[in-house]
């Protein structure tokens, strides 16, 4: 039996669309045995799963398919446990995750015959892009480049005392509709912003200097066309802000909005709960930390 784990992850972090992401403290583990007896995969649920987090089974079996047929193998007989801490369909990498954990875990059982490069190349297909599954395989802040059809990146440690304020609303909104909104163009002017800025925010968290970060992760391209499918928007940027976040950005393709926080977060959590309630949306608060680590095998026995 062993156990893969993966973080959660959220992307883009203001201008960094498809580009930037880091990794959080929040986790899907997956229990694998092998279980003879058995003819086929099968689920089951434990530990902090919740009905809500019912997990992608599909795309964890999915990617361990993927893996054992480059080997030319079948899947063995498995019992397969799911303890999910990530809410799904709410911006916070969970299919990352599912995709990560599914190639993982039958790399580790094919004898890690593929190097992580590969895996991640896997997974980023899977996917369709490069943003949440980069940090959830090598944790940290992570900014991914695909290049003829490759993918290459790079990692930075947050500072230490960057907190994550997740603030996810109670429903869920597709990645797929979330991209329907986005033109196939964009204005120059608009991009240029954007390079600007997410340039800037890269070498503020190297530098450890997190003054402007307000201004760096304030996109001007996705999050606009995106609002009107968030009620409250507006409101919960303008609050969180108030309350002290050093900035704040929709978490992929959202419905979560995560501030960054030096000390406020109980406030900055607050605020933007009862900017949601105003807009008669229920939400909760994840108070969470940047994770170093990526995709992890435990307990190998
Ligand atoms: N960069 C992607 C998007 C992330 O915003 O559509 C989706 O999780």
């Not at 369909?89 to 599912?98: E, K, Q, R, V």
């Not at 909104?173 to 925010?201: F, G, H």
């Amino acid at each position: 039996m062993f156990t893969v784990r993966v973080p959660a992850t959220s992307a883009n972090l203001g201008p960094g669309f498809d580009t930037l992401g880091m990794a959080l403290d929040l986790y899907l583990n997956i229990e694998i045995e092998i279980s003879y007896g058995m003819n086929q995969v099968f689920y089951t649920t434990g530990g902090r799963a919740q009905p809500r987090n019912i997990p992608a089974e599909d795309l964890v079996v999915k990617a361990m398919h993927k893996v054992f047929e480059k080997v030319g193998r079948e899947i063995p007989p498995l019992k397969v446990t799911i303890h999910n801490e990530i809410p799904i369909g709410c911006g916070l990498g969970s299919s990352a995750a599912a995709i990560a954990a599914g190639l993982s875990a039958a790399n580790f059982m094919v004898g890690q015959r593929y190097s992580l490069n590969q895996i991640m190349n896997w997974a980023v297909q899977m996917e369709g892009h490069a943003d949440n599954i980069v940090p959830a395989m090598v944790g940290g802040f992570t900014t991914a480049m695909v290049y003829e059809g490759k993918v290459y990146y790079q990692r930075l440690s947050l500072p230490e005392e960057i907190k994550v304020v997740a603030v996810v609303p109670d429903f869920v909104l597709s990645t797929a509709e979330a991209r329907a909104v986005l033109p196939d163009k964009v204005d120059l002017k608009d991009t240029i912003a954007n390079l600007q800025r997410a340039c800037y925010l890269l070498a503020s968290i190297y530098n450890g200097d997190t003054r402007n970060i307000h201004m760096a992760m304030d996109d001007v391209i996705y999050q606009p066309l995106r609002k009107h499918l968030i009620p409250g928007f507006e409101l919960v940027f303008e609050m969180a802000a108030d309350a002290g976040a050093l900035g704040v950005a929709l978490s992929g393709a959202g419905p979560t909005i995560v501030a960054f926080c030096t000390g406020d977060e109980g406030q900055v959590g607050q605020a933007m709960m009862e900017a949601f309630a105003s807009h008669g949306v229920d939400s909760r608060v994840l108070y969470l930390n940047p994770s170093a680590e990526g995709v992890k095998i435990l307990g190998k026995r």
